[in-house]
């Protein structure tokens, strides 16, 4: 069976571990079709800290941009990324989009990067892992 492993010597370096912290009301989160339900009457519960975790990619280490989705980092006050070699670094959201849930973070002081390559799609093959049998 082929192995993963050649590919991932190559992307892990650009991996990177997204750690949120921030305060939200529980109401803040209720879906669109709760509310039209409960409209003014829903439980109006003070804000609650929180804690998040996500994962993302190097994809600029000159600028230390970092792609990651828009559902880790909502609501996040403080923004920091562990690289895969344990290095920490305080983020900071650059954009964001809810409907494509992606999200561009830039980090505090880049050093020492390793970003990840993208691909043409217009050159891109489709693969096939095959199961041995037995």
Not at 88 to 110: H, N, R, T
């Amino acid at each position: 069976m082929p192995s993963l492993a050649p590919m991932l010597e190559k992307v892990l370096p650009a991996v990177v571990s997204v750690q949120v912290e921030g305060t939200a009301s529980p109401a803040q989160n209720m879906p669109e079709e709760l509310k039209k339900y409960f409209g003014d009457n829903a439980p109006q519960e003070q804000a609650q800290p929180f804690e998040g975790l996500g994962s993302g990619v190097i994809i600029d280490a000159a600028k230390g941009y970092v792609l990651t989705n828009n559902h880790v980092i909502n609501q996040a006050q403080k923004i920091s990324v562990q690289l895969n070699d344990g290095r920490e670094f305080d983020a900071k959201l650059v954009g964001s989009d809810e409907q494509s849930d992606i999200a561009l973070l830039q980090l505090q002081k880049p050093s020492n990067l390793t970003q990840i390559a993208i691909a043409d799609s217009d050159k891109l093959r489709g693969g096939r892992l095959r199961r041995r049998r037995r």
